[in-house]
């Protein structure tokens, strides 16, 4: 016979009863791997354990649980066992609200301490200075493209890319009302102003666009002004307590952003291979015919694959080209390691940004 409603209650009390011991069980081995790592100086996060022990249950998942709902439960418990072991500080554009916070939430899981700043160069400035462990910043875009501002400052920085993520991004019309009416001036980031074109263009040919520093800063100014409204998430929208006066305005539905998570590698070294891995460089060639077919022939006698190619002016006035990378594999693997080394011998610069798990 069928379990009555408070039956199955009892039962669901009595499984998170074992639940609980069984995550404070780990939460206490967590806490023991913590000091030993106090004790030899290793770094506290290692997103390739954390890859690793994601993969691991979703291949043992026999369901019903959804694959996905294993990789965002497992994150949250991940995140609050490393939180005893030491919270991460993470910076990122901020301020509350921002694609770039919740970027950094799904990567490292609620249990880290905020550190907003103003704009990208902060955020570098920040992960460099020690104010913050980590820093996160959006590189690329499927509707728009290169964050070119990231690229350039990635170029020049000490810091290396350990991590990656790429999210959804919806953005939404928000204002004091839920209306399109009265709509004077519509403040965004330039990247989302850039993302809503055709619909701004369409629905609000009159309202002026204003570049702001972050789009949840546009959403906190639309808070002050009925006349004025934001481009942002819906929970930059919560936090600004705004109506949503036109959903998913965004001109590609599948609209995407790939963020990376940044540090120095004091902080936390490379991590090391977890079977799905990638690996970012950046090169330059000398200006001359052939020049960017030769740096691609390693790769290819070496059977590495390229799943990233960016091109960025060397700024040196003489149409000369940075390059920007990424392989699949790690430089831990022979024949990674192999082309790695032959494209450094043919490249007038190389530098590599970093090599990590990467996103599912
Ligand atoms: C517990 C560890 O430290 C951190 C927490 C992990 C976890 O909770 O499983 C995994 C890797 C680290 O980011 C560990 O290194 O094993």
């Known amino acids: 016979m069928a379990k009555t409603l408070s039956e199955l209650r009892v039962l669901i009390d009595s499984v998170?009863?074992?639940?609980?011991?069984?995550?404070?069980?780990?939460?206490?081995?967590?806490?023991?791997?913590?000091?030993?790592?106090?004790?030899?100086?290793?770094?506290?996060?290692?997103?390739?354990?954390?890859?690793?022990?994601?993969?691991?249950?979703?291949?043992?998942?026999?369901g019903p649980l959804k694959d996905s709902s294993l990789a965002l439960i497992w994150r949250e418990i991940m995140s609050a066992c490393r939180a005893l072991e030491a919270p991460q500080r993470v910076a990122y554009l901020g301020p509350k609200g921002t694609y770039s916070e919740e970027a950094a939430l799904r990567f490292f899981g609620s249990s880290?301490?905020?550190?907003?700043?103003?704009?990208?160069?902060?955020?570098?400035?920040?992960?460099?200075?020690?104010?913050?462990?980590?820093?996160v910043i959006p590189v690329e875009n499927s509707t728009e493209?290169?964050?070119?501002?990231?690229?350039?400052?990635?170029?020049?920085?000490?810091?290396?890319?350990?991590?990656?993520i790429s999210l959804l991004v919806r953005h939404h019309l928000l204002r004091t009302q839920a209306s399109l009416e009265g709509i004077e001036v519509v403040l965004a980031h330039p990247q989302a102003l850039a993302q809503c074109q055709h619909?701004?263009?369409?629905?609000?040919?009159?309202?002026?666009?204003?570049?702001?520093?972050?789009?949840?800063?546009?959403?906190?100014?639309?808070?002050?002004n009925p006349a004025w409204a934001g481009i942002a998430s819906e929970r930059a929208g919560a936090e600004f307590g705004l109506h949503i006066a036109a959903q998913a305005i965004q001109d590609e539905a599948f609209n995407r952003t790939r963020f990376v998570m940044v540090c120095l590698p004091a902080v936390m070294p490379a991590p090391e291979a977890s079977g799905k891995d990638c690996t970012s460089l950046v090169v330059s060639v000398p200006n001359r015919p052939g020049a960017v077919h030769?740096?691609?022939?390693?790769?290819?006698?070496?059977?590495?694959?390229?799943?990233?190619?960016?091109?960025?002016?060397?700024?040196?006035?003489?149409?000369?080209?940075?390059?920007?990378?990424?392989?699949?594999?790690?430089?831990?693997?022979?024949?990674?390691?192999?082309?790695?080394?032959?494209?450094?011998?043919?490249?007038?610069?190389?530098?590599?940004?970093?090599?990590?798990?990467?996103a599912d």
Request: a negative charge; one cysteine or more.
């Open 199 to 224: 619909w701004l263009t369409t629905h609000l040919p009159h309202a002026e666009r204003r570049a702001v520093s972050s789009n949840a800063e546009g959403a906190r100014l639309a808070a002050g």
């Open 112 to 135: 880290i301490q905020h550190v907003p700043c103003t704009n990208f160069d902060e955020v570098f400035h920040a992960a460099t200075s020690g104010a913050a462990e980590f820093g």
């Open 294 to 358: 030769d740096m691609l022939v390693p790769l290819k006698q070496h059977g590495v694959s390229m799943t990233r190619f960016e091109s960025r002016p060397a700024r040196s006035g003489q149409w000369e080209y940075f390059f920007y990378i990424d392989l699949q594999g790690h430089p831990s693997e022979p024949h990674v390691a192999a082309a790695l080394q032959d494209l450094r011998g043919i490249c007038a610069f190389y530098k590599v940004l970093g090599t990590y798990p990467l």
């Open 16 to 62: 998170d009863q074992e639940l609980l011991t069984a995550l404070n069980r780990r939460a206490a081995l967590a806490n023991e791997v913590g000091e030993l790592k106090r004790h030899d100086g290793s770094p506290v996060f290692r997103p390739e354990r954390e890859a690793q022990v994601i993969h691991g249950l979703q291949s043992a998942n026999q």
């Open 145 to 164: 493209g290169v964050v070119t501002r990231s690229l350039d400052l990635l170029l020049n920085s000490p810091l290396h890319i350990v991590g990656e």
